[in-house]
């Protein structure tokens, strides 16, 4: 069966950096984009990155953009997310996704479009 585990998380003040992971396993990893996602106290679930098949293209939200930066380890069925220069207003769970379309980045960030999810690693950001 597919599973997706992330890891990373935790307490960090303002300014900090975490790296969170994304360890897949049950599917082909290289044929799924992938996706990073986060849910904030009071909010619903938003997009944050996603990567293509290959790597080749990625996509963030605007609030998220020059800090943070996915990648991906198809040899380790492994999504990175690379979180710097935090502030408060990131802390939420953070949740990684697979998708199996083949329809390139713009699709990839809508969770609709996401067949597979992990259980969410909490990230807080103290000020």
């Known amino acids: 069966q597919v599973q997706l585990v992330e890891s990373g998380g935790g307490l960090v003040q303002a300014g900090g950096s975490l790296r969170l992971s994304c360890a897949a396993s049950g599917l082909t990893f290289s044929t799924y984009g992938m996706g990073w996602f986060r849910r904030s106290p009071g909010k619903e679930r938003e997009f944050v990155a996603a990567?293509?098949?290959?790597?080749?293209?990625?996509s963030y939200t605007d609030s998220v953009k020059g800090r943070f930066t996915i990648s991906r380890d198809n040899a380790k069925n492994t999504v990175y997310l690379e979180a710097n220069n935090l502030k408060p207003e990131d802390t939420a769970v953070y949740y990684c996704?697979?998708?199996?379309?083949?329809?390139?980045?713009?699709?990839?960030?809508?969770?609709?479009?996401?067949?597979?999810w992990g259980q969410g690693t909490q990230v807080t950001v103290s000020s």
């Open positions: 996704a697979a998708s199996f379309s083949r329809l390139g980045i713009v699709v990839l960030r809508n969770q609709q479009n996401y067949a597979y």
């Open positions: 990567i293509t098949r290959t790597g080749t293209e990625t």
